[in-house]
């Protein structure tokens, strides 16, 4: 009970406090900072007090690092680290880097009762954040919660701004509120500005506006619908692109595993079931190779281990490849319904083998090259991991036709895949053909795999989940045929894409099947069939 | 006689020693349960082995008709497990639907249930056959179509709009028929009735394989082309032995699901239809006896395996593949009766 009393007491003496300072009077701005540097207790809330009613600009770094609990004082000047920079950052009067002592460093913390009473402005202070996603994001949240007193001081935050993005989501936030007040001059002033250019992050405030003028009979509503159309057909194009293009980085993914498989298969009539493992091999080589860089190289060398992984991962998994190809598979030419079998084995093998070595879920770091995208229009990203994916395929695809078409190997491949026995008649060597053809189909899985680290985390049943598209790719575009191999790949990835965004993903895959499904009663032999009739027994 | 022997030392063990043992208190009715369940399985892989080992069709949907069969039964053990006043199962409740979905309706009853569990893959079988067999679609893209399919199928059942259950499957059944499946009497009652149903399938894949349907099918496996030049309708017998598999399998999905009392879409994962291939390839495929060998071997050693050491089990299993693939061409039947046979010349020679 006593307790209880007690509080209330200080509950009340809070309050009174409280209600007294609203009145305090200006103290000059670096008294305040210096008072709050040295954490002059008796004058700490009369500070605070002040520096809420000036909010003035220059104080927001300040009063940032103070709520988000990063100030620290250095040689008597206010310092603040933001997160994610390694960088120090003088705060007052100025934001602007400094370089400082860490030992010489100390930290500067504020009670609970002092950092509330910055809630007023915690709206505010990040506008001014040296982070311009942060100084987006801040801007954005007025669009919601602006009233037209802030315009002023948005427009005037303007002037020094460089960052287009943060310029078009400060125009976002100011036209917002321009919708949401009730003066027709600045609303229509808004819709001639929207019409000019085009902005899809207005949707909201548009559907907002609409809807508020739902029953009043102003020439703006029909001019905002119009607009609202606009934005939302050119969603539905932009839409319709990006599938389309994650269609096509799929599709290349596929292609780079159906790829050896259907060489495979064509060459030897041997099903390889453990074909996805390859492609985990090759991921795993690449996050190998990044702990190898992380480990004994210098740090300054991090971003050139997937370059070099790349390669690696080909030969790695090429070796496997052949590996497999000498213990097993060998045995197996021409049987191609036991090699599906015996080369499952292998599969449930080199998975638990990755499992017990690797555990159960690694990543890989994306090289810093590779972050980030071209942004084509507004709302349009094409991230550059994609596209590396996109043009990594092509140049292999590139490389295998050659390999394919204008070497000798090639001609000796395309020989054994026609006729085995003839072919070794005149004087091919069956077996190396078979073993080199290996060691390329499998390398070119694991370049795969390589290239699938940087759109996902490497897991040891990974190539589990491209083994059975990779084969429907193999027998919708014809066994053993590349051109076949490219256009049913890209054809699969883009057609999957895409059902996945008309329906869910689950449905999409079953569509998709059932078009194969009825494909293969048209066309039992895929895309590019051998012509000519030829018994099978 | 050395051909029955081994029928004879089956029902000896599996008839006799085995309900003996029971009823003395030396073996547990747990091991029952467990050799019923394999009895299940044996079931499905005989049809691996008239559609794979007699007609050479590598199908990959067979644990997916395991799986139907096992579906039907839960449903109607769902349904007739609701508690007094319930007439949703819960998981349907979670996910706000207010009537039983219409394909739930007849499970309500049991012999439509019964019936139905058997026909719905049955005729899946023949649907999907008749497409795929009409074409001449066979051998390396029947297996691959197939388990794209059986992949498709997971991922429906998976999901909660199909009211299915989900990933969580069927499960939490206290009576059959009536029965409590606590009490032990009723956990042996399912496994001679596992037992009988086994006995019963064998037999009558033992009379079709030997009739003159059963020698079509091997001819078909041997040269598909002869047997079309000589006029016999392949497409009819493929589509038969297909549909014949997969309503097998259903039954001993049937039996399966109030022994184990849970059936998740994980059971029809394409994995599990060719783990099923290698019990038949195990015990030698193209023999029943060896479907059923390999499925009672496989199974125990999993349950052996995955309980003494669980890390090691996708090594052995892997390993068994490859090793079956290259040095077991006729599986372990094959290899006893090779062993006999270089014994029997032996004993000729020195004799």
């Known amino acids: ?537 | 006689m050395l051909k029955n022997k081994i029928y004879i030392i089956f029902i000896l063990v599996f008839a006799l020693l085995m309900p003996i043992g029971y009823f003395t208190g030396l073996v547990p009715i747990n091991t029952l349960t467990l050799w019923g369940r394999y009895f299940c399985l044996a079931i499905a892989a005989l049809g691996v082995d008239l559609i794979w080992g007699y007609t050479g069709i590598l199908s990959m949907t067979q644990a997916l008709f395991f799986c139907m069969g096992a579906y039907g039964m839960g449903m109607y053990m769902t349904l007739s497990n609701l508690p007094e006043g319930q007439f949703l199962p819960s998981f349907m409740v979670w996910n706000q639907v207010t009537e039983l979905p219409f394909f739930w309706v007849p499970f309500d009853n049991f012999s439509y249930a019964l019936v139905l569990s058997i026909l719905v893959p049955g005729v899946f079988a023949g649907v999907l056959g008749y497409f795929i067999f009409r074409k001449r679609i066979k051998g390396v893209y029947f297996a691959i179509i197939t388990q794209a399919i059986a992949l498709a199928m997971f991922l429906l059942f998976s999901r909660n709009e199909t009211m299915l259950g989900g990933t969580n499957g069927l499960t939490d059944f206290k009576f059959f028929l009536g029965f409590d499946l606590r009490d032990t009497s009723v956990k042996f009652g399912l496994y001679i009735l596992s037992l009988l149903a086994l006995g019963l399938i064998y037999w009558y894949c033992h009379g079709l394989v030997n009739s003159k349907f059963g020698k079509a099918l091997v001819a078909i496996r041997d040269s598909e082309s002869r047997m079309r030049f000589t006029k016999y309708k392949v497409t009819h017998y493929s589509v038969a032995i297909f549909m014949i598999g997969a309503m097998i399998a259903a039954v001993g999905g049937m039996l399966y699901m109030p022994q184990t009392g849970i059936i998740t879409p994980g059971r029809m994962d394409v994995q599990a239809s060719i783990e099923m291939i290698i019990w038949v390839a195990l015990g030698g495929r193209g023999k029943l006896k060896g479907a059923v060998v390999g499925a009672l071997v496989l199974n125990l050693m999993y349950s052996v395996f995955t309980t003494v050491l669980p890390s090691s089990w996708l090594y052995i299993l892997g390993g068994l593949f490859v090793i079956t693939v290259l040095y077991l061409p006729k599986g372990i039947v094959g290899l006893v009766d090779q062993m006999k046979e270089k014994l029997n010349s032996m004993f000729v020679k020195t004799a």
């Open chain 1, 1 to 537: 009970m006593k307790n209880k009393i007690s509080i209330f007491v200080a509950f009340l003496m809070v309050v009174i406090g409280w209600t007294q300072e609203v009145e305090s009077y200006s103290i000059p701005l670096d008294t305040c900072v210096n008072v709050l540097l040295h954490k002059d207790a008796t004058r700490l809330k009369e500070v605070a007090t002040c520096l809420v009613t000036n909010d003035d600009i220059a104080t927001y770094p300040l009063i940032s690092a103070i709520v988000d609990k990063r100030l620290f004082v250095y040689k008597g000047t206010a310092v603040t680290k933001f997160p994610g920079d390694t960088l120090y950052y003088s705060v007052y009067p100025k934001l602007e880097t400094i370089s400082v002592q860490q030992e010489k460093l100390s930290e500067v913390n504020f009670p609970r009762s002092i950092r509330t009473k910055f809630n007023v402005l915690s709206k505010k202070v990040n506008l001014v954040h040296p982070n311009k996603s942060v100084r987006e994001m801040s801007f954005r949240s007025f669009k919601t919660t602006g009233v037209l007193s802030d315009v002023d001081f948005l427009t005037s935050l303007k002037i020094n701004e460089e960052e287009e993005e943060v310029l078009l989501a400060a125009d976002e936030a100011i036209y917002s509120i321009w919708l949401h007040s009730n003066n027709a001059a600045l609303q229509n002033k808004v819709l001639s500005e929207l019409e000019e250019n085009m902005n899809v992050h207005m949707l909201d405030p548009l559907l907002d506006y609409v809807a508020l003028k739902e029953n009043t009979n102003v020439e703006g509503k029909e001019r905002a619908k119009k607009i609202i159309e606009n934005i939302e057909s050119r969603e539905k194009t932009i839409n319709v692109i990006q599938n389309l293009f994650s269609g096509i980085s799929l599709g290349s993914i596929l292609l780079l595993v159906a790829l050896g498989l259907s060489i495979i298969y064509g060459l030897g009539g041997v099903i390889n079931m453990s074909h996805g493992e390859f492609v985990m091999i090759g991921a795993y080589t690449a996050f190998s190779v990044q702990q190898f860089f992380i480990g004994f190289l210098p740090e300054s060398w991090f971003d050139l281990f997937f370059w070099a992984s790349l390669p690696l991962s080909f030969v790695v998994s090429g070796c496997f490849g052949l590996l497999v190809e000498k213990l097993v598979i060998r045995h197996l030419y021409s049987r191609p319904l036991e090699s599906l079998l015996g080369t499952w084995g292998v599969s449930l093998i080199l998975i638990q083998l990755a499992r017990t070595i690797f555990g159960d879920v690694t990543a890989v770091k994306s090289p810093e090259i590779l972050s980030g995208g071209i942004n084509v229009t507004q709302g349009l990203m094409l991230p550059y991991n994609r596209l590396f994916i996109i043009g990594l395929t092509l140049v292999m695809v590139l490389l295998t036709y050659f390999v394919f078409f204008k070497s000798k190997l090639g001609l000796k491949i395309r020989a054994v895949t026609q006729n085995r026995d003839m072919s070794a008649s005149l004087g091919v060597s069956v077996k190396r053909i078979d073993s080199l053809t290996f060691f390329l189909g499998s390398g070119l899985a694991g370049v795969a795999g390589c290239a699938m680290t940087l759109i996902g985390n490497v897991v040891p049943n990974m190539g589990q989940t491209y083994i059975v598209d990779s084969f429907l790719v193999v027998v919708v575009g014809g066994v053993g045929k590349l051109i076949g191999t490219i256009i049913s790949a890209l054809g699969l990835g883009v057609l999957s894409k895409v059902f996945e965004f008309f329906y869910e993903a689950v449905y999409g895959k079953v569509i998709l099947l059932l078009i194969i499904f009825f494909f293969l009663q048209y066309k039992p032999k895929g895309l590019f069939p051998d012509k000519g009739r030829h018994s099978d027994d």
